[in-house]
């Protein structure tokens, strides 16, 4: 499950490697991206909805049970995965996301992480954001992939392919409906944040792989996400950033068919 603002290409370095293992590869759209649809209104992407869209892939796969990997957004769906739907997991794989009821609390209690996720709250303002991202060729956008990742990270092309998928009708504001509709799991921060009822706890086998270069998120989210964890471990890539699958693709290949392939 891919992230904000990229669609299933942003597995392109992993794909070919876990299919070369053997194993029954689904990258999908995520709703309001690229070819899926693109319901309108933010109570269309809550994390139930997004989680229950996975759900449907693994029933439409006709398996019991699958292994799910998710960054940054589709991380969050997977977590949710993970704490709501154990029994539809063999193991989960989440890449620099936080599990979203410690990210909504730091949200509220650590001024650095808000200075630091100022994205997320300028991205549920209505019609501004879609004004704005578009200007200049996508402009926005791409230097936020850029500026946030190793030098190199995303090419030219890569970067046209991105803006083709940003530019079809209705997406963008698809993508943004997956941040407008945050209000609708505040609610469980704030429980959370004052020692009211937690989260179910996540069952599953979980690898969290993080990039410890990340601008956006604090490594300690990471420390506090694995916590929710029965059975987690936490494993930081002190040379890469946000965009780890991109940037070290041998090394989080390597240590996600290590996680996968060990007995449970």
């Not at 992230?3 to 392109?12: A, C, K, N, V």
């Amino acid at each position: 499950m891919h992230g904000f603002p990229e669609f299933s290409y942003g597995w392109r370095k992993q794909m070919p490697f876990f299919a070369a293992q053997g194993y029954y590869v689904w990258a999908p759209d995520s709703r309001g991206h690229n070819l899926s649809d693109k319901p309108r209104g933010a109570a269309a992407y809550t994390l139930d909805k997004l989680a229950a869209d996975v759900v449907g892939l693994i029933d439409a796969a006709g398996v019991e049970r699958a292994d799910v990997v998710g960054h940054d957004w589709g991380g969050a769906v997977a977590w949710k995965l993970g704490a709501d739907h154990a029994d539809r997991l063999r193991k989960l794989v989440v890449l620099n996301a936080p599990y979203s009821g410690v990210m909504l609390r730091k949200l509220r209690q650590d001024p650095a992480q808000r200075k630091r996720s100022w994205y997320m709250f300028y991205f549920q303002l209505p019609w501004l954001p879609e004004c704005t991202s578009r200007r200049n060729d996508w402009q926005m956008l791409t230097n936020m992939l850029r500026r946030s990742s190793l030098p190199g990270t995303f090419s030219d092309e890569e970067i046209a392919e991105y803006k083709r998928a940003w530019s079809l009708p209705g997406a963008y504001t698809g993508m943004l409906g997956w941040y407008r509709a945050m209000r609708y799991g505040m609610g469980r921060g704030k429980q959370e944040a004052s020692g009211g009822p937690r989260t179910a706890p996540v069952q599953p086998p979980t690898l969290l792989l993080w990039g410890a270069q990340d601008r956006f998120l604090g490594r300690e989210l990471a420390q506090e996400s694995i916590a929710k964890c029965a059975n987690g471990r936490l494993e930081f890539l002190e040379d890469a950033t946000h965009w780890l699958h991109h940037e070290r693709p041998e090394q989080v290949n390597q240590r996600i068919l290590a996680f996968l392939t060990q007995p449970a």
